[in-house]
Protein backbone atom coordinates (compact mmCIF):
# COMPACT_ATOMS: atom_id res chain seq x y z
CA UNK A 1 0.00 0.00 0.00
CA UNK A 2 1.13 3.34 -0.66
CA UNK A 3 1.32 6.37 1.51
CA UNK A 4 0.21 9.76 0.19
CA UNK A 5 -0.20 12.99 1.54
CA UNK A 6 -3.30 13.57 3.33
CA UNK A 7 -4.87 17.30 2.79
CA UNK A 8 -6.79 17.66 6.37
CA UNK A 9 -8.53 15.09 9.48
CA UNK A 10 -11.01 15.47 11.60
CA UNK A 11 -10.64 14.68 14.82
CA UNK A 12 -13.09 15.21 17.87
CA UNK A 13 -11.03 15.93 20.88
CA UNK A 14 -12.35 15.93 24.91
CA UNK A 15 -10.63 18.77 26.88
CA UNK A 16 -11.53 19.86 30.01
CA UNK A 17 -13.81 22.61 30.27
CA UNK A 18 -11.42 24.43 32.62
CA UNK A 19 -8.64 23.99 30.50
CA UNK A 20 -7.59 26.49 27.91
CA UNK A 21 -8.17 24.86 24.08
CA UNK A 22 -4.77 24.84 22.76
CA UNK A 23 -3.65 25.92 19.34
CA UNK A 24 -1.06 23.03 18.93
CA UNK A 25 -0.97 18.97 19.93
CA UNK A 26 1.52 16.40 20.44
CA UNK A 27 1.21 13.64 18.24
CA UNK A 28 3.99 10.68 17.75
CA UNK A 29 4.38 9.78 14.21
CA UNK A 30 4.76 5.69 13.30
CA UNK A 31 8.50 6.27 13.57
CA UNK A 32 8.02 7.27 17.15
CA UNK A 33 9.05 10.61 16.75
CA UNK A 34 7.33 14.09 18.48
CA UNK A 35 5.53 16.27 16.05
CA UNK A 36 3.34 19.37 17.24
CA UNK A 37 0.57 19.77 14.81
CA UNK A 38 -1.50 22.84 14.74
CA UNK A 39 -4.99 22.56 15.60
CA UNK A 40 -8.10 24.37 13.73
CA UNK A 41 -11.28 24.59 15.63
CA UNK A 42 -14.54 24.84 13.33
CA UNK A 43 -16.05 26.22 16.36
CA UNK A 44 -14.61 27.27 19.62
CA UNK A 45 -16.94 28.17 22.17
CA UNK A 46 -16.48 32.16 23.43
CA UNK A 47 -14.92 31.69 27.22
CA UNK A 48 -15.04 33.85 30.06
CA UNK A 49 -11.69 34.87 31.58
CA UNK A 50 -13.36 35.42 34.66
CA UNK A 51 -16.02 33.61 35.68
CA UNK A 52 -14.96 30.04 33.32
CA UNK A 53 -18.28 29.91 31.85
CA UNK A 54 -19.04 29.37 28.18
CA UNK A 55 -20.86 31.71 25.87
CA UNK A 56 -20.03 35.05 26.63
CA UNK A 57 -17.19 36.88 27.19
CA UNK A 58 -15.39 38.74 30.04
CA UNK A 59 -16.41 42.13 29.35
CA UNK A 60 -20.14 40.37 29.34
CA UNK A 61 -19.81 38.79 32.49
CA UNK A 62 -22.69 39.55 34.58
CA UNK A 63 -20.90 38.13 37.31
CA UNK A 64 -18.01 40.81 36.78
CA UNK A 65 -20.03 43.27 36.63
CA UNK A 66 -22.18 42.87 39.92
CA UNK A 67 -19.13 42.81 41.88
CA UNK A 68 -18.35 46.04 40.31
CA UNK A 69 -21.34 47.53 40.85
CA UNK A 70 -21.27 46.89 45.04
Same mark, same amino acid.
Given at each position: ME????G????????? $?? &????D?I???? %???T????????E?K??????G? &????? %????? %??N &? $????
Amino acid at each position: MEKSKVGYARLLIGED $IG &MYLSDKIDLIT %EKGTLQKQEVFYECKPIKCTHGK &MFGHS %EKDCK %EKN &M $IKQV
